[in-house]
């Protein structure tokens, strides 16, 4: 591509830049189950990591292994017994988890580390590092059902784990915990990656499933509160059983004060760089609250706000302003605020004398116009005005008339503005104006 369409390889380099800056030195763990091993889809979602540790990430990987001790299982003779979604792990069971947890985790290591000159991370050098990280305690006889072997997580060591990623490792943790007394416990996966992420920290846990989070009509559902989550688990049966499994432990971490949770399919080549890298992202993500609020402007939006209206002046839709007169003028704005960035702004100045005020520098990025952030603009702006006794609200605009007089503003003469206003009406820009009554 670099060579074909050069501008469109900068274009791209640079939009991924600011997740670079944001992400360097911060805590993510990625878990997957076995599956994605046996699948043969490990060696690329490998790669993935290292790029992640690459570009300054401090990685921990939380694999499963739940396919692996089936087939262990079957190659004694043995049969795989559940309760409740959890194997009740005998000392037949017990041996086979140590046996294909080991064979996973050196398979693990053995990708994590290439650096041939044909691979993604050729001449990267990478460690990996594992380890009894976890201390875990009996599960124990749970309605009339003895877990004998399988654990939950009783304590993480995450000193221990900080001390190795910030040696530059990545850390492998897999889903085995060990008791003071020497015992060795099968741990769930899933409890292993929150506890950890928990423990760390973490500022991102990311879940590899088989399927996306969608809603009923089969339409990705890229963001949800954990309120949200909880609510779609409670109606949703066409979620997949690892989807249902992995959400459910992604609002758990999330409202344990872990900042996000992830679930992207491994089915999609490259889901988890695309989910990081890009504004659309390829799964869903998870918070404790909701990613977007409406807030009055302060002085350090200054810097997203004029990233936000600089193509829209370049274009002639808005009116040039200067960064002071940003910086003068910000009590007078209103933001939208999406995951930390400016997506939306207007301003609203007011004319005391004629009763009066104008909207002006209302804007949205392009790609969150469809989800009526313009709206929720125009309306604030307009309750501010009532609420400070004004009667009519103005808008000038060359490109959006009709969106104005769809929501009640109706066209006038720039003779109806107030003096002050009328005095620096801007001849050449030939805008139209509107007035809508409070």
């Not at 262990?72 to 005998?90: E, F, H, K, N």
């Not at 072997?149 to 530059?168: E, N, Q, S, W």
């Amino acid at each position: 591509m670099p060579d074909q369409h050069p501008e469109q390889f900068v274009a791209w380099f640079r939009s991924v830049a600011p997740y670079f800056h944001a992400f360097r030195g911060k805590t993510f763990v990625v878990a997957f189950g076995g599956e994605v091993v046996a699948e043969g889809k490990l060696a690329r979602l490998a790669s993935d990591l290292n790029l992640l540790h690459s570009a300054g990430i401090r990685v921990v990987v939380v694999h499963g292994s739940r396919p692996q001790i089936e087939a262990q299982l079957a190659s004694r003779g043995a049969r795989p017994r559940y309760r409740r979604g959890l194997r009740i792990t005998d000392p037949v069971a017990l041996e086979c988890v140590k046996e294909a947890v080991g064979l996973l985790r050196v398979e693990i290591d053995a990708l994590l580390s290439q650096g041939l000159p044909n691979t993604p991370m050729a001449g990267a050098p990478i460690n990996t590092v594992s380890g009894n990280f976890i201390t875990a305690r009996p599960l124990g006889v749970v309605d009339g059902t003895d877990f004998q072997y399988t654990g939950v997580v009783r304590k993480i060591d995450a000193a221990a784990i900080a001390g190795c990623l910030a040696a530059g490792n990545i850390v492998i943790v897999s889903p085995i915990g060990y008791s003071p007394t020497g015992e060795v416990f099968n741990l769930s996966s899933e409890d292993v990656a929150v506890e950890t992420a928990k423990a760390l920290r973490a500022d991102k846990l990311v879940y590899l499933t088989d399927a996306a989070v969608k809603d009923a009509r089969g339409r990705l559902l890229p963001e949800l509160s954990a309120k949200e989550a909880e609510a779609l688990l409670a109606r949703a049966g066409h979620l997949t059983a690892d989807t249902r499994l992995y959400l459910a432990h992604a609002v758990e971490a999330v409202r344990a004060g872990v900042e996000r949770a992830h679930l992207v399919s491994h089915n999609v080549d490259g889901s988890l760089l695309i989910e990081l890298f890009t504004h659309a992202g390829s799964g869903s993500m998870i918070t404790a609250d909701k990613l977007e609020r409406l807030r009055p402007a302060t002085i350090d939006d200054v810097g997203g706000l004029l990233a936000l209206i600089e193509p829209l002046e370049a274009d002639g839709t808005l009116v040039r302003r200067s960064r002071e007169l940003l910086e003068r003028k910000i009590g007078r704005f209103m933001v939208i605020e999406h995951d930390r960035l400016i997506v939306g702004c207007a301003a609203l100045y007011p004319f005391p004398r004629a009763k009066a005020g104008e909207l002006a520098c209302l804007a949205v990025r392009p790609e969150h116009r469809d989800r009526g952030h313009g709206e929720k603009l125009m309306l604030a702006i307009e309750a501010q005005a009532r609420a400070a006794g004004m009667k009519k609200l103005f808008v000038l605009t060359t490109r959006a008339m009709h969106w104005f007089v769809e929501r009640g503003f109706a066209e006038t003469r720039v003779t109806e503005l107030p003096d002050e206003r009328k005095a620096l009406y801007n001849l050449q820009r030939r805008s139209k104006v509107l007035v809508k009554r409070l």
